[in-house]
């Protein structure tokens, strides 16, 4: 599985209303629990972006880089040309308004063996072979099964 933006985002963030659900999420990860979940190196550009948005300094910015690069079971996935072709072609035939969201949906076609994207953004939805799972059920699943 792969985890995108908004989890982690919602992990480096002081307030976030997914704040609980990622700090649940990435101690399951950082235990283990779903062995190892990867992740587009896209991510770091995006909260680079949504930090700059939020008024963040340089300095915190890249604690949260850090933070999130620090992570234990997590692997970044490089891009590559296949990637970046996928990723605007998605971005045509679904008509995606996000890059960074195209470039994750190509990841998890061509990288990710199970095709499974951790997000609560439901463009994922409306593209054929990617699942998407609400990181709320997965804590709450993972929780119960526990």
């Avoid at 896209?42 to 999130?68: C, K, P, T, W």
């Avoid at 997000?119 to 526990?146: A, H, M, W, Y």
Wanted: aromatic share 10%; proline share 4%; charged share 25%.
């Amino acid at each position: 599985m792969m985890i995108e933006t908004d989890t982690l985002y919602a992990y480096v963030k002081p307030k976030d209303w997914l704040k609980p659900v990622a700090i649940k999420l990435i101690q399951k990860i950082e235990d283990g629990s779903f062995g190892i979940v990867y992740v587009p190196r896209e991510v770091l550009h995006e909260l680079y972006y949504v930090s700059v948005e939020e008024g963040v300094s340089i300095d915190e910015f890249i604690a949260r880089a850090a933070a999130v690069t620090a992570i234990k079971n997590l692997v970044f996935v490089e891009t590559d040309y296949t990637i970046d072709l996928l990723a605007f072609t998605l971005m045509r035939q679904y008509n995606l308004n996000s890059i960074f969201d195209a470039y994750y949906a190509a990841t998890a076609l061509n990288k990710v063996p199970d095709h499974t994207v951790v997000s609560t953004d439901t463009v994922f939805d409306k593209i054929p072979g990617i699942k998407r799972i609400d990181p709320r059920k997965l804590v709450e699943t993972n929780l119960q099964t526990k």
